[in-house]
Nanobody, 122 residues
């Protein structure tokens, strides 16, 4: 069992940057595959980024490659999503997730945060 709490969302202009944090408690983040998903207004939740248990392997959705970076700080038991060159289409509620499988399919993930809203103005 692990609890996840996202923070760092807010309003940012197009082209700006934002860093989201996912603080974990109950278990260490190194015990899980960690990921970020997002849900734009009126749309389904979609994969954004993933990191394996070792932190050595990462993958990203095509829409964010080259702009977003997932990372973690084991000492703080926290996972991050650095978002650069933000676009209005990045506007969404962003969710941190933990699971046992390295997959972009959201239904296979076990634990979720409550989400943090990112709004990118044009």
């Amino acid at each position: 069992q692990v609890q996840l709490v996202e923070s760092g969302g807010g309003l940012v202009q197009s082209g700006g940057s934002l860093r989201l944090s996912c603080a974990a408690s109950g278990r260490t983040v190194s015990s899980y595959v960690m990921g970020w998903f997002r849900q734009p207004p009126g749309k389904e939740r979609a994969f954004v980024a993933i990191m394996d248990w070792s932190g050595g392997t990462t993958d990203y959705a095509d829409s964010v490659k080259g702009r977003f970076t997932i990372s973690r700080d084991n000492a703080k038991n926290t996972v991050y999503l650095q978002m650069n060159s933000l676009k209005p289409e990045d506007t969404a509620v962003y969710y941190c997730a933990a699971g046992a499988f390295y997959t972009g399919r959201s239904s296979l993930w076990n634990y979720w945060g409550k989400g943090t809203l990112v709004t990118v103005s044009s």
